[in-house]
């Protein structure tokens, strides 16, 4: 069981919008901690998408975007592509924990 | 170009030890946190250790506390995970990861080298 939350799975048709969602409390993202979001492609190294919540690395398409309330944060992707069909993990840092750098579960996108 | 090359994986018995090695370049290296994350076959990514630049701080997930040790060779631009007393749920992907101090996310990482622990 993660320490942070997402759904196993969303799906989308190209161009369209989708969100996956990270749900944490109050040790961790509704402690004011930032989230982070990687993408991992089939058979490769995870990659980082965005950054402090919100800031997109050099090199990510504007299409990606993350926002953040609460005890909660979302990665958006807009005008869904083929080549986004990969698995999202966020992460962020729980302060009750002896192991405080924490990943969700991951959520695999299937672009239909 | 700015890269982590890690090394060392392959399959060892439960009870065994393996020391894993992660070359970094294009980067100063000796400013930066390093990581190590795992990632279990078919499941999700979990951070096992930390050290700082200079090596005078560590931080290992519990479930690999006194078993495995996270150290690093600045001169050598390296990083290293000593795993001892192996067992089957440390079989897994480990990937080196750089991390940005303060902000706490891991802005590179290397493609992973395989860890299988069976009999």
Redesign the interface.
């Known amino acids: 069981q993660?320490v942070l939350t997402q759904p196993p799975s969303v799906s989308g048709a190209p161009g369209q919008r989708v969100t996956i969602s990270c749900t944490g409390s109050s040790s961790n993202i509704g402690a004011g901690?930032?989230v982070?979001w990687?993408q991992q492609l089939p058979g490769?190294?995870?990659?980082?998408l965005i950054?402090?919540n919100s800031n997109r690395?050099s090199g990510v398409p504007d299409r990606f975007s993350g926002s953040k309330s609460g005890t909660s944060a979302s990665l958006a992707i807009t005008g869904l592509q083929a080549e986004d069909e990969a698995d999202y993990?966020c992460?962020?840092?729980d302060s009750s924990l002896?192991?405080?750098?924490?990943?969700?579960?991951?959520t695999k996108l299937t672009v239909l | 170009e700015v890269q982590l090359v890690e090394s060392g994986g392959g399959l060892v018995q439960p009870g065994g030890s393996l020391r894993l090695s992660c070359a970094a370049s294009g980067f100063t290296f000796s400013s930066y946190w390093m990581s190590w994350v795992r990632q279990a076959p078919g499941k999700g990514l979990e951070w096992v250790a930390n050290i700082k630049q200079d090596g005078s701080e560590k931080y290992y997930v519990d479930s690999v506390k006194g078993r495995f040790t996270i150290s690093r060779d600045n001169a050598k631009n390296s990083l290293y995970l000593q795993m001892n007393s192996l067992r089957a749920e440390d079989t897994a992907v480990y990937y080196c990861a750089r991390l940005l101090g303060g902000h706490w996310y891991f802005d590179l990482w290397g493609r992973g080298t395989l860890v299988t622990v069976s009999s």
């Open positions: 993660s901690y930032d982070h990687y490769t190294a995870p990659k980082l950054y402090g690395p993990y992460q962020s840092y002896s192991g405080p750098w924490v990943f969700g579960g991951g």
